[in-house]
């Protein structure tokens, strides 16, 4: 998912999510937006560019 992000705008995975979120989105498993942009870190604009589609993904590993 990061790596069709980061093609789109020509930046590195990194730039798009940290580890530590990453980590912490794994350890929360947020079942919908709203509770994603609670975890600490996440930015709106993460949310908005993504965040439905890391919870439509997350929802596939449950």
């Keep these: 998912?990061?790596?069709r992000h980061c093609r789109r705008s020509s930046v590195?995975?990194?730039a798009l999510?940290?580890?530590s979120l990453i980590t912490?989105?794994?350890v929360?498993?947020?079942a919908d937006t709203p509770a994603l942009q609670k975890i600490e870190g996440i930015r709106n604009w993460q949310v908005?560019?993504?965040g439905t589609?890391?919870?439509r993904?997350?929802?596939t590993l449950r």
Excluded: C, D, S, T
Aim: charged fraction near 10%; glycine fraction near 12%; proline fraction near 8%.
């Design 17 to 19: 999510v940290q580890q």
């Design 53 to 55: 589609e890391l919870v």
């Design 57 to 59: 993904l997350i929802a």
């Design 28 to 30: 929360h498993r947020p």
């Design 48 to 50: 908005n560019a993504f």
């Design 12 to 14: 590195g995975p990194g």
């Design 1 to 3: 998912m990061a790596g």
């Design 24 to 26: 912490a989105i794994a």
